[in-house]
């Protein structure tokens, strides 16, 4: 396993806990009326864009933070694919595991508030605090269920643009 590809894999994760965070934390605050609403507009751009250039400059941040260092890591018979796979599956466990009691009570609510028929539902509750709760745990569910797919395409991503710089410098060197 390349320390490369390992510090790849973890600069992404972060990239979508930033993301997911960005999406529970600012764009809640967009539809606030006592907030302005282009500066915050401006914040979620600029954290959307520093997001996405921390996705795509992952690996040159890799070569940049791991130059000098070997970049052997053993892990046996682990490949890119696999690492992707155990930290998708493990972060979405995280955030299946860590907000399912604050869905099921949330749940719980809903229906008891829908069983006694309350006309002061709206009231009872913030959206914002329902989103909280139920976001995270859907994203956790959609990581751990679809992780090894999306490892599998990065996985592939990745090769395709670490091979032709390999190719080069074999050309080079020989």
């Excluded at 696999?82 to 979405?92: E, T, V």
Aim: hydrophobic share 50%; net charge positive.
């Amino acid at each position: 396993m390349n320390l490369q590809s390992l510090v790849v894999v973890l600069l992404r994760l972060l990239t979508l806990d930033f993301l997911l965070r960005i999406a529970l934390q600012i764009v809640p605050q967009v539809f606030q009326p006592y907030i302005d609403s282009t500066l915050v507009l401006l914040l979620l751009a600029g954290a959307i864009a520093a997001a996405i250039l921390l996705w795509v400059k992952a690996l040159p941040i890799a070569r940049f933070v791991t130059r000098g260092v070997p970049h052997d890591l053993s892990f046996g018979t682990m490949a890119l694919v696999d690492c992707y796979s155990i930290a998708f599956i493990a972060i979405g466990l995280f955030y299946g595991v860590s907000h399912l009691p604050q869905v099921l009570n949330w749940t719980h609510f809903f229906l008891k508030s829908a069983a006694s028929a309350s006309s002061t539902i709206g009231q009872e509750y913030s959206g914002y605090d329902v989103s909280q709760a139920f976001i995270p745990f859907i994203v956790g569910i959609i990581l751990f269920v679809k992780g090894r797919s999306w490892a599998a395409t990065l996985a592939r991503r990745h090769n395709k643009c670490t091979q032709p710089s390999h190719a080069s410098d074999a050309t080079h060197e020989g």
